[in-house]
T-cell receptor, first 122, second 115 residues
Framework: GAVVSQHPSRVICKSGTSVKIECRSL??????MFWYRQFPKQSLMLMAT?????????EQGVEKDKFLINHASLTLSTLTVTSAHPEDSSFYIC??????????????????FGPGTRLTVL | DQQVKQNSPSLSVQEGRISILNCDYT??????FLWYKKYPAEGPTFLIS?????DKNEDGRFTVFLNKSAKHLSLHIVPSQPGDSAVYFC??????????????FGKGTKLSVIP
């Protein structure tokens, strides 16, 4: 299947610093990438949807100025957690949808996830 | 408000037996359902899906059943193999406007298949 990578896999930072997480589709082009967050023993929660070349669409309750998303190419999206605080500690995971994916809900069959990034803010 | 519920956080099954993972949902607008499988340190991978116009979809050892009236779906794995040990996420989609579909996940069920 298609491969999506994330870097770094794990990051520990001090409170107040910014952290950038990269999400890459390695063997396909993705017009749409999704960013999720998962707290312990909770569901994956969609944070934002990013489309290549346009502004990301954020879910209700997600601060767009705190979680900056850039999707500058068909294979790369970045999530920057600005001025991170301990409550931002979580597992961040991205997914990408193949450019050739069909429209409609069945396109989620063709959504590929990265391995995730564990962020710990001290 | 948890719209997709997986009430069993874990399940242990003997190798060769049937594994049944359950999922309930509350949003009647959900019209497409998916199961994802996740190994440690890896992202979820798509396993099987079902449209709301069907009540069963089968793919090899994996079968998903949908009971719309009960707002319940289940994933059956027969026979279970040790390699099936993973966390299984149930997910559902609903049209959210402007040609996009919102995907909502459950919390996951950790399946352990005992050799």
């Amino acid at each position: 299947g298609a491969v999506v990578s994330q870097h770094p896999s794990r990051v520990i930072c001090k409170s107040g610093t910014s952290v950038k997480i990269e999400c890459r589709s390695l063997d396909f082009q993705a017009t749409t990438m999704f960013w999720y967050r998962q707290f312990p023993k909770q569901s994956l929660m969609l944070m934002a949807t990013s489309n290549e070349g346009s502004k990301a669409t954020y879910e209700q309750g997600v601060e767009k100025d705190k979680f900056l998303i850039n999707h500058a190419s068909l294979t790369l999206s970045t999530l920057t957690v600005t001025s991170a605080h301990p409550e931002d500690s979580s597992f961040y995971i991205c997914s990408a949808r193949d450019l050739g994916a069909s429209g409609g809900p069945s396109s989620y069959n063709e959504q590929f996830f990265g391995p995730g990034t564990r962020l710990t803010v001290l | 408000d948890q719209q997709v519920k997986q009430n069993s956080p874990s399940l242990s099954v003997q190798e060769g037996r049937i594994s049944i993972l359950n999922c309930d949902y509350t949003n009647s607008m959900f019209d497409y359902f998916l199961w994802y499988k996740k190994y440690p340190a890896e992202g979820p991978t798509f396993l099987i899906s079902i449209s709301s116009i069907k009540d069963k979809n089968e793919d090899g050892r994996f079968t998903v059943f949908l009971n719309k009236s009960a707002k319940h779906l289940s994933l059956h794995i027969v026979p279970s193999q040790p390699g099936d040990s993973a966390v299984y996420f149930c997910a559902a989609t609903a049209y959210s406007g402007a040609g996009s579909y919102q995907l909502t996940f459950g919390k996951g069920t950790k399946l352990s298949v005992i050799p």
